[in-house]
């Protein structure tokens, strides 16, 4: 089994808050001569089975040996960016039926996972996209997903949650409300991103988690989309049947 | 009625396939090092709340467990298989060994009420107990209608149509909500959990509560005196012919 840890101390309020980023998404358990596309692509399947057919991933599906192993036995911590997360099948789904939203725009995916999104906005004609997720091993995995789907991206594993961002057009996030605490760091970086750049639009996908209905930013959205989740989805997340794409628009809600 | 908000209660107990030791002192059998899993009724009433909600009748689920620490876990295999949260009841060392069913129905009904559930579903039984008394002492608290072990739930205008097995047959009655309902063991076939969402379960919430948050004293009327293996089965023998056997059956005095 390979266990690697890394431990650093957090000092300046940016490095805590980066350390809560990271105990939110996980650390990497993997050693350091790890082999990030040998692993890749002896554990996953490329697959176009999901909402979103025109865009090929690399998946860990019910034909992959570790579709079926327990959390311990994962050689990575958190291989976030091997599922397709229902909420960002629905944003990545609302992107490319409505690529106008993105067209000659610069997009920043954050919490990108596999990527989708992202490509799906480089494909709809994004002028610029970063993909930007903190996990080395999905940095790696949207590399090869762009490259599947033959698109330019850009590719950062910095933190960039609470920094004040003001180059982008459009910002996606897709299924980032997963865990309560983290709902409530994003929701604040919201509020800072409108400071920062009020023309920015902001994108949300959300497939009903309990930490984003009841989470008070949820007001200040307004729903856009919404879509019946697939059946394969369906399986992958128990309970869930649906999923909203949601724009963050705090003017109007207070009109 | 779309908008249910199940409590489901979820026990840890000791896994079925494992051979159960007595303790020497006749105090209780052993535990320690010992593999558990989620009661196995206790799975049913989480799958049945599961496919309700996949049905969209309900909204939300919660997992409850009372126990250890380790209780956790079972909560942790509760909200892979679909709960949207939970919450543990603290209760170790001596309080946990005295802890019965009316303690437990004693917090799930206060639960209830301050979770503002509209079902209670429960596994009709424990399979360490045996005790079979959890669901309808919760209902009576409640005040509540109960459908006890339940091999169907259907919806039926604004009821619930539970199919219930009795000695002799089924009984179908349907209960006005809130309700309590104890899950048979052929109301469902419970899923597995596979590592998607497993990985996705990890970021939920689990609120921690003590009971004396819910008023209740653990202390017990009951005492248990002391347990005992079942008697060992006495040596069979073998015969060679029907006639022998006759013959032996004769001997001993049985025909």
Known sequence: MLKYKMYFKPKTLYQRLNSLFRSCHGESREKPSFDRIRFIQENTEISTNHMTPEIKLHLIT??????????????????????????????????????????????????????????????????????????PVAATAVKMN???????????????????LH????????????????????????KTLRQS???????????????????????????????????????????????GVWSYDPSRTTK | MANLRILVGVKRVIDYAVKIRVKPDNSGVVTDGVKHSMNPFCEIAMEEAVRLKEKKLAKEIIAVSCGPT?????????????????????????????????????????????????LVILGKQSIDGDNNQTGQMTAALLDWPQATFASEVTKENEHLKVVREIDGGLETVTVTL??????????????????????????????????????????????????????????????????????????????
């Open chain 1, 167 to 190: 180059q982008w057009d459009v910002i996606f996030l897709g299924d980032m409300f997963y865990d309560e605490e983290f709902a409530s760091t994003i929701s604040d970086w919201l």
């Open chain 1, 62 to 135: 019910p034909r992959c040996a570790l579709w079926d192993s327990t959390a311990d036995q994962c050689p990575v911590s958190d291989p976030f960016w091997a599922f397709y997360w229902p909420g960002g099948q629905v944003l990545t789904r609302y992107i490319l039926d409505h690529g106008i939203v993105v067209k000659d725009k610069s997009v920043l995916d954050v919490g990108s996972g596999c990527g989708a999104s992202a490509i799906a906005a480089a494909m709809t004609g994004a002028r610029r996209v970063l993909a930007n997720d903190i996990d």
């Open chain 2, 70 to 118: 380790q209780a956790q876990e079972t909560i942790r295999t509760a909200l892979a298989m679909g709960a949207d949260r939970g919450i543990h009841v603290e209760v170790s060392g001596k309080d946990y060994e005295n802890m019965t069913p009316l303690h437990v129905s004693k917090i799930l009904a206060k639960l209830a009420q301050e979770q503002e559930a509209n």
């Open chain 1, 197 to 243: 750049n009020s023309s920015c639009q902001i994108l949300i996908g959300d497939p009903g988690r309990f930490s984003f209905e009841e989470h008070p930013a949820k007001s200040l959205l307004h729903k856009v989309a919404e879509y019946e989740l697939d059946e394969v989805c369906r399986r992958e997340n128990n309970g869930l049947t649906l999923g």
């Open chain 2, 178 to 255: 809130p309700a309590v309902i104890t899950a048979d063991l052929r109301l469902n076939e419970p899923r597995y959990a596979t590592l998607p969402n497993i990985m996705k379960a990890k970021k939920k919430k689990i609120a921690k509560h003590k009971a004396s948050d819910f008023g209740v004293d653990l202390g017990s009327s009951v005492e248990v005196v002391s347990v005992e293996d079942p008697p060992v089965r006495q040596a069979g023998q073998k015969v060679e012919s029907t006639e022998e056997l006759v013959a032996k059956l004769k001997e001993s005095g049985v025909i």
């Open chain 1, 146 to 164: 762009a490259k599947l789907n033959s698109v330019n991206l850009e590719i950062s594993t910095d933190n960039l949650i609470g920094q004040r």
